[in-house]
């Protein structure tokens, strides 16, 4: 099962990693850029417990094995 995604409202979406890392669970997008033909470009998210962004291809976030819309 994947996750529906609508990439124009991306930005600040709410996610939950299912497998915790370094207890970074609870991620939201911080940034989004898009191309001239409005695809995603680039993609930041960034952990509620961090203050740097870390890129993420957006389609990754689809995976529903991997991660869950809102904070769960």
Same mark, same amino acid.
């Given at each position: 099962?994947?996750?529906?995604?609508?990439?124009?409202?991306?930005?600040?979406?709410?996610? $939950?990693?299912?497998?915790?890392?370094?207890?970074?669970?609870?991620?939201?997008?911080?940034?989004?850029?898009? +191309?001239?033909?409005?695809?995603?470009?680039?993609?930041?998210?960034?952990?509620?417990?961090? $203050?740097?962004?870390?890129?993420? +291809?957006?389609?990754?976030?689809?995976?529903?094995?991997?991660?869950?819309?809102?904070?769960?």
């Amino acid at each position: 099962m994947s996750n529906q995604i609508n990439p124009k409202k991306l930005l600040h979406s709410k996610w $939950t990693k299912r497998q915790v890392e370094n207890r970074r669970k609870h991620f939201i997008v911080v940034a989004v850029k898009y +191309d001239e033909l409005g695809k995603v470009s680039d993609c930041q998210i960034q952990a509620v417990l961090d $203050t740097e962004p870390q890129g993420i +291809d957006w389609r990754q976030l689809r995976d529903s094995s991997c991660w869950q819309m809102g904070w769960k």
